[in-house]
């Protein structure tokens, strides 16, 4: 393994520092990233900025199978590696980077066929739907280097290492930094920008580089070192094995997505600046998230490779060590979400009502942060035992019917104002996770003995 890693041995807050810190730091210059991108859209335009707004979501629901493909990866080569079987470990990584490949393919076609449609509902025609609709024909290109680097990832963090994401987030980001402005606007008196365009330009860039860099620490890898080429010949049989663990998790990605406009939908009888509002607080809870999904993200190959090893007592090990260790770092940032909510608002509007409202709800999202956190380490508990299927039931619960049921009770129902909108979304949240533990403890009943004793 990566420097003789074995997960299914050793202290567990060791394992988690190893593979929580450098992703949730990887996963910080991520989000920098789309920032980036937001900055120099904004330098152009405000149809700039809003032509971004709009291909995100589009583009992101098709990355999130990309995201399964991660989540696959990560559980079935992590419960190769915990059994012992290092052959199997090697075919399988061989077999997800094909299935990568072939995913991102038909990814790309479905977004240049779908692609027009959605752009064309919401926007009316216009600069801002040329504007996205070329943006995305770009980055579609550059849908392959996305998920083959979520891929080789998961190939990486099956054996114990993210300090390799974490490097490559941080140069991504540094990248994009000097080559967005050369590819908008160009070197005078050498070559000519592409304009707003030239964002997807260097995405395509800069992500195929992160991609090859990735791919190249996978390939050198225990699990994949000295591997012929007909290892990545397509075997159905383990595709069909791939497709069951990244279709669950893929579209609950993209629900979870969704369930924004069904928000929004609900708001929108409140005004822009009740909009404005929540986007800016969704964004601050989201960063005060970020060390929770880190350990939700570390707890999945651990549970993968001592599920794999038959050592249940250790993952429930592993699992009451993420739980009482990210609700200790939710409840002290849920205080600091509280302490600083006016200060925090500020930082993104001078608006005193955007600032009041948006002050308001992160009071609501700060006290749902440890709710949120035990459904994403419910999760990763699911897909290391290798169950994702019981994920896409729990988020369509919690984003598809959940918010528009309580919402609908709160607003429509019992005539509430916005703050109908914020309680729909906290009732939604709380009993989702009520049920992501009641089907946590029947799986963990059935596979390990038991949710917290065997």
């Not at 072939?102 to 479905?110: F, K, N, P, Q």
């Not at 779908?114 to 009316?124: F, N, Q, Y």
Request: hydrophobic residues 55%; contains cysteine; aromatic residues 12%.
């Amino acid at each position: 393994m990566i420097n003789d890693i074995d997960l299914s041995v050793g202290p567990m807050p060791v394992h988690f520092r190893r593979i929580a810190i450098p992703y949730c730091i990887g996963m910080t210059f991520a989000v920098l990233y789309n920032l980036v991108d937001a900055f120099f859209a904004g330098l152009l335009s405000t149809d700039a900025l809003a032509a971004l707004a709009i291909s995100f979501p589009i583009f992101y629901i098709l990355t999130s199978i990309g995201m399964g493909v991660n989540a696959a990866t990560v559980a079935l080569v992590g419960n190769a590696l915990g059994s012992g079987n290092l052959g199997y470990a090697k075919r399988l990584a061989c077999q997800g980077l094909s299935y990568a490949v072939t995913v991102s393919a038909l990814l790309g076609a479905i977004g240049f066929t779908v692609m027009p449609w959605l752009v064309d509902a919401v926007t009316e025609a216009g600069p801002v739907r040329e504007m996205a609709t070329r943006y995305l024909n770009i980055l579609f290109i550059a849908l392959p280097a996305f998920v083959v680097f979520f891929c080789a990832n998961g190939i990486l963090v099956a054996q114990g290492s993210a300090i390799m994401i974490m490097r490559a987030q941080i140069a991504t980001v540094l990248s994009n930094i000097v080559l967005t402005p050369v590819m908008i606007f160009g070197i005078p008196g050498l070559v000519g920008g592409f304009g707003f365009h030239g964002i997807a330009v260097s995405s395509l860039i800069v992500q195929t580089c992160a991609m090859l860099y990735i791919l190249r620490a996978a390939l050198r890898s225990e699990v994949m070192r000295h591997e012929v080429p007909a290892s990545y010949r397509v075997q159905w049989d383990n595709f069909r094995v791939f497709t069951a663990q990244t279709l669950p998790t893929g579209i609950a990605l993209s629900l979870i997505v969704s369930s924004g406009y069904i928000v929004q939908l609900y708001l929108q009888a409140f005004g822009s600046q009740t909009m404005a509002a929540f986007g800016i607080s969704m964004r601050i809870e989201q960063l005060f998230l970020l060390p929770g999904i880190a350990l939700a993200f570390a707890l999945r190959p651990i549970v993968a490779w001592n599920y794999g090893a038959n050592e249940y007592g250790r993952v429930r090990e592993a699992f009451i060590y993420c739980c009482k260790s990210g609700l200790l770092l939710m409840s002290l940032g849920a205080v600091a979400i509280f302490v600083g909510r006016h200060l925090a608002m500020r930082l993104f509007t001078d608006d005193p009502e955007v600032v009041r409202t948006g002050a308001q709800v992160l009071v609501v999202l700060g006290l749902l942060t440890p709710f949120s956190f035990l459904v994403f380490s419910i999760q990763s508990l699911l897909q290391g035992m290798k169950h994702s299927a019981w994920i896409l039931w729990i988020i369509i619960y919690e984003r598809a019917f959940g918010i528009a049921f309580f919402c609908a009770l709160f607003v429509v129902v019992w005539g509430m104002s916005a703050w109908g909108v914020w309680l729909g979304i906290a009732t939604s949240i709380v009993s989702a996770t009520l049920l992501a533990f009641a089907i946590a403890a029947l799986v963990a009943r059935r596979e390990i003995g038991g949710l917290f004793h065997g």
